[in-house]
């Protein structure tokens, strides 16, 4: 169903629109792909500028295109500080915004991302209710499996199937948040209400090129996309714990987890073998006995 361009944008950050208003029909920031009544999005990568494609853009029939500059086209134009930016937001609301209609749980980290979204995908459906998981092994919900593309795909795909997930009674969507996108900014126009950080450890440098960047990446998790009112956990034994937790909006609720420092969640006890791990846990709820014959050693 066609949506006004002036809706589309309307409360985008710094969006100016230049030339007629026209009905959309979607939004693309591949070039290759635009049908009539699209909008193509201009998204400067790496190392090609979707602004170099503008006008393949506009000769396929695009009704608008989203640029950092005007461009010297016969075109609607909206004017943006960050195609980037702008991408995420413009297909969340183009396919409906369907991640608002589930609770979006996003887990940051160097290492364990993957365990934690398959033990809180586990917790939830003991608990009634029907989660759904995007991270590096596979996506899953609804009972089907199918192998991930990306950790964290980009917007098009990801709304896509958010979208999927939504129409199939996914209640939960536990989901890999990869510094690189973030730093892409491939999560614009989701509103997580959980953010949860396990650690940080030396990795990814050929994209963030130092330490300091690849924590600032890791940190808009908490910073840019955690509701006001939602939860930021953090591992408060990596150092990174509690930078993660400052940048949660004032708002929100904090979760401190750790082995050894009094924290909200904090292990009390613990036991290791090849029978798994048992511990018992203290929580702002009290103490939880837990046990897994699948995990074992001190990270678990």
Known sequence: MAVLLSELIRDLDGATLRGPDVPVRGVTDDSRGVGAGDVFVAVRGLTVDGHAFARAAVERGAA?????????LDATQVIVPSGARALGPLVARAAGEPAARMRMIGVTGTNGKTTT????????????RSPGVIGTVSFRFGGATAPS???????????????????????????????????????????????????????????????????????RLFGDLLAGDGVAVANIDDPAGE??????????????VSLHRDAEIRVVRADSSVRGVRATIATPRGELEVASAALYGEYN
């Open 64 to 72: 608008a295109i989203v640029v950092e500059a005007e461009q010297p």
């Open 117 to 128: 979204t398959y033990v809180v995908e586990s917790i939830l459906a003991a608990a009634g």
């Open 243 to 256: 930078t993660m937790l400052a940048r949660a909006p004032a708002g929100a609720r904090r979760l401190r």
């Open 149 to 219: 593309t990306f950790t964290t795909p980009a917007p098009r795909e990801l709304h896509a199937l958010f979208s999927d997930m939504a129409a199939a009674g996914t209640t939960e969507v536990v989901m890999e948040t990869s510094s690189a996108a973030l730093e892409m900014e491939r999560l614009g126009g989701v509103s997580f209400r959980v953010a949860a950080f396990s650690n940080l450890t030396q990795d990814h440098l050929e994209v963030h090129g130092t330490m300091e960047r690849y924590l600032e990446a890791k940190a």
